[in-house]
């Protein structure tokens, strides 16, 4: 029993790791070598979504109940998500820094944060009371 709750963490740690990886990639890669996808804001919609997904999935991953590990898990995203704006800034020829990518990424965190913290931790208080 213990083996397959471990599994389930370890899945979810892994998926947590090859999500930042997708993100790491996608933001660094040159933009003509993406597909063109045509819709408004696509590209602040992306940035909340892969920041959404990247606590979510570390928030299960590393399920720890307090809230302020969770915070930490936010902080690290934002964090991170303005160190690749510096990195496309610094190490790509087709990208540039661009705040409102760092605000739609720290808007997909925080979105992320509090759905966590609503439907996941709480619910796992209510059901040790």
Known sequence: MRTKHLLGRNFFFFLSIAWTGIIFYLCLAESSSLPKIAFPLKDKIVHFFFYFIFVLLFAISLKKRKTI??????????LLGLLIEFMQEMYTKSRSFDWFDVLSNAIGAAVGF?????????KQKIKSH
Do not use: G
């Open 69 to 78: 590990f969770l915070r930490r898990i936010l902080i690290f995203a934002i």
């Open 114 to 122: 509090f759905v966590v913290n609503y439907f996941l931790f709480s």
